[in-house]
């Protein structure tokens, strides 16, 4: 079982439409990260959130971790063509400090903005 | 600042070879992770070794094997080759510490045929 569960799997919408990603788990995170990969490429990292209820915001993407530090979103004002990617978060569970230096993926959100 | 390279970035080998892959991560950082990427199975961790020690494992056989040398620079190994070892690998390097932001090289794509 995946510690962080992502959703949806799957995201087709049109330019300007507005889209929100979920990352949820049942263990607590010391830190939460967004990444995004585009085909051919390497993920790359976008947002770190750390604080329970913060909120980072880059240009059009809005990044919130949750009160509890269990779920985290990613919301995308007016989506453009340029944001397709896969988008995957991932984090550092709280009470697994003997794994310091391995961070957890979700499988992912595959987004698709048409013109 | 030069980001992570892999090299090679493609690579074909047949069942039952072995194949070296190489990452160069950013200067500074001292750890480096693994990771197996497939359409069916996602981001897969391997390993991530820091100052040259294997810091952490990930539920892979014995055929998957790696190595740091101390000027951080990772090599990882698969010896007898599976058609089901086709995949992107990726490396990644972090500075190591509590944040473990890590930074992607662009991936070698293995084909095993």
């Known amino acids: 079982t995946q510690l962080l569960e992502q959703s949806p799997q799957f995201l087709s919408i049109q330019e300007g439409e507005n889209l929100t990603v979920y990352c949820n788990s049942s263990?607590?995170?010391?830190?939460l990260q967004w990444y995004r990969q585009e085909p051919g490429e390497g993920p790359v990292l976008l947002v770190t959130v750390v604080t329970g209820g913060e909120v980072k915001k880059l240009k059009r993407l809005t990044f919130q971790f949750g009160d509890a530090r269990k779920d985290s979103s990613l919301h995308i004002t007016a989506a453009q063509p340029g944001d397709t990617g896969l988008y995957l978060c991932a984090g550092i569970p709280a009470d697994r400090g003997s794994t310091l230096g391995r961070l957890y993926f979700g499988r992912g959100t595959q987004l698709t903005v048409w013109p | 600042k030069a980001g992570v390279t892999q090299t090679p970035r493609y690579l074909i080998k047949t069942r039952g070879q072995q194949v070296t892959l190489s990452c160069s991560p950013i200067s500074g950082h001292r750890s480096v992770s693994w990771y197996q990427q497939t359409p069916g199975q996602g981001l897969q961790f391997l390993f991530e070794y820091f100052s040259e020690t294997q810091r952490n494992k990930g539920n892979f056989p014995g055929r998957f094997s790696g190595r740091q040398f101390s000027n951080s620079r990772s090599e990882m190994n698969v010896s007898t080759l599976e058609l089901g070892d086709s995949a992107l690998y990726l490396c990644?390097?972090?500075?190591?510490?509590?944040?473990?932001?890590?930074?992607f090289g662009p991936g070698t794509r293995l084909t095993v045929l």
């Open positions: 263990s607590v995170f010391s830190s």
């Open positions: 990644a390097s972090s500075l190591g510490d509590v944040r473990n932001e890590q930074f």
